[in-house]
C-alpha cells in the first residue's frame, strides 16, 4: 500500500495520560500535515511540515501538543496530558511541492490518511 | 483571514436526483485554490477536484460538475443522477499561498435508494 499510513487508529486513554500517533506519508511527499476532525465538524489545520522543518503551526496547537518529523519522513504527534477535549480524530496528509508550486499542475493536493481516532475517559 | 462557509448542513435526496452542495468562501488573496474533498463513512478524505483562482472555467467530470463563480466567491459542486454511493460527507476547502488548507463545516449528502 502506498497510501498515508496512520497508527494507531484507535487509542482510548485516561486523562491525563500521553498518546503519540504515527504518520507515515506517501514515500516521495515532502510536505506533510497534521489536522484534528471533531464530529460535525471539518478537519481543522495543527501544524504543517516541509521535508524535517515545522514550518507552520496553529494556535490549536496547545503547549501539550508536540509533532516531529526527524528525517523528513514519518512524523510523530505527541499529546501530554490529555484531557477529554482532545477527543477527536487525528489525521494526517501528505503533498508534494510542485517545481512550479502554485501554479504547477499538481500544486499541493492533499493525500490522507485514514486518522487515528482518540477518546479520552 | 480564510474562511469557507458550507451552509446546508445536510441534505437528503432520492436516488436519480440531481444535487448542488454550496461553498462560499472568504480570502484577501487573489490567488488561492479551492478544493473539494468528499469523506465517505470510512473515513478517508478523497480528493475531487483542484481549481485555481485565475480559472474560472467550470468542470465537469463524469456526473459531477463545477461551478466556480469570483464574483460571489462560490464553488458549488453538483452531482447529476445521483447514487446510494455518493452518499458521504463533502468538505470545501481553500488554499491560499501559504501551505495551509481551511476547510469548511462539511456537508453531509445521504442518497436515499
Known amino acids: 500500500d502506498t497510501g498515508v499510513s496512520q497508527n494507531p487508529r484507535h487509542k482510548i486513554t485516561k486523562r491525563g495520560q500521553n498518546v503519540t500517533f504515527r504518520c507515515d506519508p506517501i514515500?516521495?511527499?515532502?510536505?506533510l500535515y497534521w489536522y484534528r476532525q471533531t464530529l460535525g465538524q471539518g478537519p481543522e489545520f495543527l501544524t504543517y511540515?516541509?521535508?524535517?522543518?515545522?514550518?507552520?503551526k496553529s494556535r490549536l496547537l496547545s503547549d501539550r501538543f508536540s509533532a516531529e518529523r526527524p528525517k523528513g519522513s514519518f512524523s510523530t504527534l505527541e499529546i501530554q496530558r490529555t484531557e477529554q477535549g482532545d477527543s477527536a480524530m487525528y489525521l494526517c496528509a501528505s503533498s508534494r511541492k510542485g517545481n512550479r508550486d502554485f501554479l504547477s499542475i499538481r500544486p499541493g493536493e492533499l493525500f490522507f490518511g485514514e486518522g487515528s481516532r482518540l477518546t479520552v475517559l | 483571514a480564510q474562511k469557507v462557509t458550507q451552509a446546508q448542513t445536510e441534505i437528503s435526496v432520492v436516488e436519480k436526483e440531481d444535487v448542488t452542495l454550496d461553498c462560499v468562501y472568504e480570502t484577501r488573496d487573489t490567488t488561492y485554490y479551492l478544493f473539494w474533498y468528499k469523506q465517505p463513512p470510512s473515513g478517508e478524505l478523497v480528493f475531487l477536484i483542484r481549481?485555481?483562482?485565475?480559472?474560472?472555467q467550470n468542470e465537469i467530470s463524469g456526473r459531477y460538475s463545477w461551478n466556480f463563480q469570483k464574483s460571489t466567491s462560490s464553488f458549488n459542486f453538483t452531482i447529476t443522477a445521483s447514487q446510494v454511493v455518493d452518499s458521504a460527507v463533502y468538505f470545501c476547502?481553500?488554499?491560499?499561498?501559504?501551505?495551509?488548507?481551511?476547510f469548511g463545516p462539511g456537508t453531509r449528502l445521504s442518497v436515499l435508494p
Open positions: 511540515f516541509q521535508n524535517e522543518a515545522q514550518l507552520e
Open positions: 481549481r485555481n483562482s485565475f480559472d474560472e
Open positions: 476547502a481553500l488554499r491560499n499561498y501559504g501551505q495551509n488548507f481551511v
Open positions: 514515500s516521495e511527499h515532502n510536505r
